[in-house]
């Protein structure tokens, strides 16, 4: 673990790869799972200002979810998360061509709103947690993305340069440029071993 300010990051970041696959995964991470996507506050307020323009980019079943559950809910830990369809989908998941992409994200990239998409989507495979004042990311690894962790070896791209824009959305530049000095200076360090 490294300390950047007041985020505590795992090494882990900077020593597997990742890039996502979803020819290979079929974007299961909007699919699998016991609860939806984690949401900040301001995330639910962001969903609650913007439903109307973003359910043009939504499938029936995710509609009839957020018409009874709303547009977001608490899990069964007290956390925010978006709703699900059934037990598994998340209601914002839409299917293109065998593959599950979000609904807000298509939003975003069609102009519709200024909002691309949860953060802890934006961020996986880093999943953040609190640890008293601080904030830990850590590497979140699941079976279904081993295509993404092939094609980042492939490609020799760590995880965390993977995710530079959702780092810098999160937590800025200024940390980001941080990130990669602590990685050179790791990397000098665990080639001398």
């Known amino acids: 673990m490294i300390q950047i300010g007041d985020k505590i990051v795992s090494t882990e970041l900077f020593d597997n790869h990742f890039v996502c696959h979803l020819e290979k995964c079929r974007g299961m991470c909007c699919v699998y799972g016991d609860a939806g996507a ?4 301001e995330e639910t307020k962001t969903l609650e200002e913007n ?3 973003i359910k043009p980019f939504l499938r029936g079943g995710g509609l009839q979810a957020i018409e009874e559950k709303g547009p977001w809910e608490f899990d069964d830990d007290g956390d925010r998360v978006t709703p699900l369809m059934g037990q598994d989908d998340c209601a914002y998941s839409i299917i293109d061509n065998g593959i599950a992409r979000c609904g807000i994200e298509n939003a975003f990239y069609s102009d519709a709103i200024d909002f691309r998409k949860p953060i802890s989507c934006h961020l996986y495979p880093i999943r953040l947690s609190k640890i008293g004042a601080n904030i830990a990311l850590n590497y979140h690894r699941w079976e279904v993305c081993k295509p993404a962790r092939k094609l980042g070896k492939d490609y020799d791209m760590p995880v965390f340069r993977f995710l530079k824009d959702a780092l810098i959305r ?3 530049t200024e940390f980001y440029d941080e990130l990669e000095n602590v990685y050179t200076e790791w990397r000098k360090h665990n080639e001398i071993l």
Not at 38 to 41: K, R
């Open 170 to 172: 999160a937590f800025g």
């Open 51 to 53: 439903l109307e323009k």
């Open 38 to 41: 984690p949401l900040t506050e």
